[in-house]
């Protein structure tokens, strides 16, 4: 166990035990009994996973003497849907059965989210380092066509065979990099929500992920040619990712604005080429789009701001939600925008406030928002290299689609975010233009 590791389930709420390396898969068995001592098990799996994982993790906890049965989800091609959520609720009320996810991070939060339905804990055995989601507090599913994160505890314990996460396939582990490439922005954000004191920011949550960050991400070679140690390491660091979550009790510490363009496509059910894109993938492209405005963003210098004028032209808070209304009058959910905004608001003297300090401080700002977000040019280096998507149009999205998500990922979510921020400062229309518009780097008259 590393250090980080250590000090990381000091700070985890639900998570007691995390071990990574070489042929932990037998250690299901003692582990299972420490947590779950009358208990008996059953191994949630899929076609897939089964072969992988699965088979291990049964042949391991009944050499052990537990009562075990198996579930394989019975679809080839699944997302975390409530539909299946309902399938292994309808196995743990007939089985009464603890679950031991071995999959991926859909069979993850599906295992999750029924073993909160039946007030209980569950393990994981992940098979690839393609999500931070294993360790959340909280499971991503899509219920009556929203993708929503129900707050959900997290697995006791994590076992993770890194040469099996190695031999995943390769575009998982390159979702998984993206995942948590996207902490990237997102950390950014948060300074953003800390300064205007709408969500401060959490010590222990910050530290346990953002510490270590950068030498997690500092091996796109290596997880491009599946080397354990490598794949390891990245799964590290979205484990790392998920027990920040467990310590904020919230998404905070790993998502933001770059999350909210993957909500949208899953809201809008986007295909390329017939086929849903995965979670990482698509938070990719978001990423890369925060990169390039955060790039925009810190060229404007900020300490010459007006903010009078600024907090006189703010909107009240019945025009932002007229303005939410029309945006999102065609939505699948066209309550969305306003209940956000109804959570997120400031009032006049609120935003004078806000911009007060961005103003004052901004020289300080600029340097800790510039070392905390790589470039754009960076950031999209990495992806190439790992084999995630560079550009909008690698999971089928045109930069003109892009722009039209703006409005909402802007008002999905309650969480402040660098479009809220430049809003109140009068320069989204000017930051957005140096994105989208003519020359910029996506550019959508190309």
């Not at 582990?31 to 008996?40: I, S």
């Not at 599913?141 to 065979?161: E, R, W």
């Not at 990245?234 to 998502?255: C, K, V």
Request: aromatic letters at 10%; hydrophobic letters at 40%.
């Amino acid at each position: 166990m590393t250090d980080r590791i250590e000090k990381a389930l000091k700070v985890a709420r639900e998570t007691k035990v995390f071990e990574l390396g070489h042929n932990v898969i037998p250690l299901a068995g003692e582990c299972f009994k420490q947590y779950f001592p009358l208990g008996k098990a059953v191994v949630v799996a899929d076609c897939n996973t089964w072969p992988v994982a699965g088979e291990k993790v049964f042949e391991a906890l009944s050499s052990s003497g537990i009562p075990v049965e198996r579930f394989i989800i019975p679809d080839r091609k699944f997302h975390a849907e409530w539909k299946y959520v309902e399938m292994v609720d309808e196995v743990l009320d007939r089985t009464g059965a603890v679950a031991v996810s071995a999959g991926s991070g859909v069979i993850n939060d599906l295992c999750k989210l029924s073993s909160h339905h039946h007030a209980q804990g569950y393990i994981t055995v992940p098979t690839a380092a393609s999500v931070d989601g294993y360790t959340s507090f909280g499971a991503s599913i899509s219920y009556k066509g929203l993708k929503q994160t129900f707050d959900c505890p997290a697995p006791v314990a994590v076992l993770a065979d890194i040469d099996i996460l190695a031999t995943a396939p390769k575009e998982m582990t390159a979702a998984g990099y993206a995942d948590l490439a996207a902490k990237i922005p997102c950390g950014a954000e948060w300074m953003i929500a800390d300064l205007f004191g709408t969500e401060p920011i959490i010590p222990e949550a910050w530290h346990v992920l953002q510490d270590s960050l950068d030498r997690m991400l500092s091996n796109p070679e290596g997880i491009a040619k599946g080397n354990p140690e490598a794949v390891g390491s990245l799964f590290e660091g979205l484990t790392l990712s998920g027990i920040a979550m467990q310590a904020a009790r919230s998404s905070r510490p790993a998502s933001c604005t770059d999350h909210l363009f993957s909500h949208y496509l899953d809201m809008t059910d986007h295909r390329f080429n017939g086929e849903l894109q995965s979670h990482g993938f698509q938070v990719a492209v978001g990423t890369l789009v925060m990169c390039a405005f955060f790039d925009a963003f810190l060229e404007f210098d900020l300490s010459s701001l007006n903010v009078e004028k600024c907090a006189a032209l703010w909107p009240s808070l019945e025009e932002e939600k007229e303005r939410a209304r029309h945006i999102f009058r065609d939505f699948v959910d066209p309550e969305l925008g306003v209940r956000s905004i109804e959570v997120k608001y400031a009032d006049r003297e609120q935003v004078r406030r806000q911009l007060l300090e961005v103003k004052n401080q901004w020289p300080e700002l600029k340097k800790k928002y510039r070392a905390q977000v790589y470039p754009y040019e960076k950031m999209r280096s990495l992806f190439k290299t790992v084999g995630a998507p560079s550009s909008p149009g690698d999971i089928g999205v045109t930069n003109r689609q892009l722009f039209d998500m703006l409005p909402f990922v802007q008002l999905m979510r309650h969480r402040i975010n660098l479009l809220d921020l430049s809003r109140r400062a009068l320069i989204y229309d000017t930051l957005v233009d140096k994105v989208f518009g003519r020359g910029g780097i996506f550019d959508i008259e190309k």
